[in-house]
């Protein structure tokens, strides 16, 4: 199961934090890298430093915090870490949603990976309206499942994304990139 995002209080101050919880009661947490400036978010939130590449029945999926859609650099599929799918947990605005779609586009045929794109729907608390827009895409850059306001699903192949990425290996010749904080 997946669950994000929350607000944690760590010793180093509050994390924008995501977390994977397996069957056996063992977890990983990714702390959204990139805090939203526009919204404040640099002034309450510690930037995570680390991606977090979680097991999900033998896919490897990538979490993603909102925000962090905007920066691929940090979401850059390596051949040191490689993964299979993204995962983007978000509260993107309806006003800025052409760009939610645009940019998980991007990522998913950048980084030759399905990625999944999970948007909350409903008015927050300062009034801006969320409409979903949740999204399945293929390594293509195909929309393989969308929904507007409700759930969604689709199948997956490991056997396509393999053959993909043999017949079409763009990975082999990305840059390499250094992060620091």
Known sequence: MVCGSLSVRTSNG???????????GSFLHYDKRHAFRFAGEHEH?????????VDC???????MTCYDLRFP????NRKELRYDGVLYVANWPKARIA???????????ENQAFVVGVN???????????????????PYG???AFEAQGWSSCDWSAAQLLTFRDKFPVLE?????????
């Open 14 to 24: 509050f994390r924008n934090r995501h977390y994977a919880v397996y069957p056996d």
């Open 45 to 53: 939130y510690q930037p995570g430093t680390d991606r977090v590449i």
């Open 57 to 63: 029945k033998g896919w490897k999926l990538l979490l």
């Open 73 to 76: 650099v940090f979401s850059r």
């Open 99 to 109: 760009a939610w779609s645009t940019l998980l586009q991007a990522r998913a045929i």
């Open 120 to 138: 909350r729907i409903g008015i927050d608390g300062n009034g801006i309206e969320h409409n979903g827009q949740s999204a399945f895409i293929s």
């Open 142 to 144: 195909e929309l393989q």
């Open 173 to 181: 010749d990305a840059d390499r990139f250094e992060l620091s904080c």
